[in-house]
C-alpha cells in the first residue's frame, strides 16, 4: 500500500507580527465552511478536533480562529479529489508535511 500524504492546510497571507500564520476562519465558520463537501465531525459538534470526509481526516488545532489544519489522507482514491475541491473554493495553501511542497492552483483572471 503506498504511504498516503499529509497535507497542512493554512492561508497564504503572511504571518502576524507576532510571527503566528495568519487566521484561516473561527472553528464554527471552518465547520460551516466544510459542511457543503460532506465534511463534519462524527457526532456533529462543532468544537470536534478531527473532521472527517470522503477520503480525509482534518484535525483542527485547540485554538479559535484556526490558523492551520492537518490533513491526513486515508483513502488515496478520494481524497486527490476532495482536496482540489477545497483547493478550488478556499484561497488556503496546501503544503505536503513530509516533502514541503506546496499545491498551487492556477484560478486563472478573475477580471474577465
Known amino acids: 500500500m503506498a504511504k498516503l500524504t499529509h497535507w497542512r492546510i493554512h492561508s497564504p497571507k503572511p504571518a502576524d507580527a507576532e510571527g503566528r500564520a495568519a487566521k484561516m476562519a473561527s472553528r464554527a465558520e471552518l465547520v460551516n465552511m466544510l459542511a457543503p463537501f460532506n465534511i463534519g465531525s462524527e457526532n456533529g459538534s462543532p468544537e470536534a478536533e478531527v473532521l472527517h470526509g470522503p477520503g480525509v481526516r482534518m484535525h483542527l488545532p485547540f485554538e479559535d480562529p484556526v490558523r492551520q489544519i492537518l490533513v491526513e489522507e486515508d483513502d488515496e482514491s478520494i481524497a486527490p ?29 478573475d477580471d474577465e
Not at 476532495?82 to 492556477?106: E, P
Open 81 to 109: 479529489f476532495v482536496l482540489m475541491a477545497l483547493a478550488r473554493r478556499f484561497d488556503w495553501k496546501f503544503t505536503d508535511v513530509d516533502t514541503d511542497r506546496t499545491l498551487y492552483l492556477y484560478r486563472g483572471d
